[in-house]
Antibody, heavy 120, light 111 residues
Framework: QLQLQESGPGLVKPSETLALTCTVSGGSITNNNYYWDWIRQPPGKGLEWVGNIYYSGRTYYNPSLKSRLTISVDTSKNQFSLRLTSVTAADTAVYFC????????????WGQGTLVTVSS | QSALTQPPSASGSPGQSVTISCTGASSDVGGYNYVSWYQQYPGKAPKLIVYEVSKRPSGVPDRFSGSKSGNTASLTVSGLQAEDEAEYYCSSYVGANPSWVFGGGTKLTVL
């Protein structure tokens, strides 16, 4: 059974960099049928697609975050990561990692999510 | 990219049917059959319940059905049950500079 687990600091100061890692278990991140996604959800609000990455390193980003966002992959560790620079309170959210099935463009497996608060 | 438009709330009594709409544009909902619906309980991760407009993953009850007309997709929940009370999100593939977009979410209340 595929599992995804987010990890990283729960508190980040304004203007600093938010960094999270998603560890994939029960399947290989190099499977060519999937992209690996980040989605976030501010407290009490809806879901926002952040971006994704293929095992080769190809990425697609939400245009509204593109200038501050980097998603990378480490196939040796079966992990992918997110870095968001110059954060503000508006970046406070639960961050989910998920698997995107290319054939159907669906997010079929999700991590449990991790809350990141931006505050001094 | 703009979020897809969903009604903030919907409700129905047990046994009734409820339909939730999801309106986009020709660049997303109207242009591709890659509309998905997700169910989310408070404090939990979303769960896929409909994909490619009208298909259901294994294990999802057939009370959940999806459709699409033009730029608007819909999720119908038939035979409402108390456990259906949750937040529902639509999502679509956006072809231009490939990306994906969600709706704002609809809180379904079972009266």
């Amino acid at each position: 059974q595929l599992q995804l687990q987010e990890s990283g600091p729960g508190l980040v100061k304004p203007s600093e960099t938010l960094a999270l890692t998603c560890t994939v278990s029960g399947g290989s991140i190099t499977n060519n049928n999937y992209y690996w996604d980040w989605i976030r959800q501010p407290p009490g609000k809806g879901l926002e697609w952040v971006g994704n990455i293929y095992y080769s390193g190809r990425t697609y980003y939400n245009p509204s975050l593109k200038s501050r966002l980097t998603i990378s992959v480490d196939t040796s560790k079966n992990q992918f990561s997110l870095r968001l620079t110059s954060v503000t309170a508006a970046d406070t959210a639960v961050y989910f990692c998920a698997r995107l099935k290319l054939e159907t463009n669906t997010l079929d497996y999700w991590g449990q999510g991790t809350l990141v608060t931006v505050s001094s | 990219q703009s979020a897809l438009t969903q009604p903030p709330s919907a409700s129905g009594s047990p046994g009734q049917s409820v339909t939730i709409s999801c309106t986009g544009a020709s660049s997303d909902v109207g242009g591709y059959n890659y509309v998905s619906w997700y169910q989310q309980y408070p404090g939990k991760a979303p769960k896929l319940i409909v994909y490619e407009v009208s298909k259901r993953p294994s294990g999802v009850p057939d009370r959940f059905s999806g459709s699409k007309s033009g730029n608007t997709a819909s999720l119908t929940v038939s035979g409402l049950q108390a456990e259906d009370e949750a937040e529902y999100y639509c999502s679509s593939y956006v072809g231009a500079n490939p990306s994906w977009v969600f709706g704002g979410g609809t809180k379904l209340t079972v009266l």
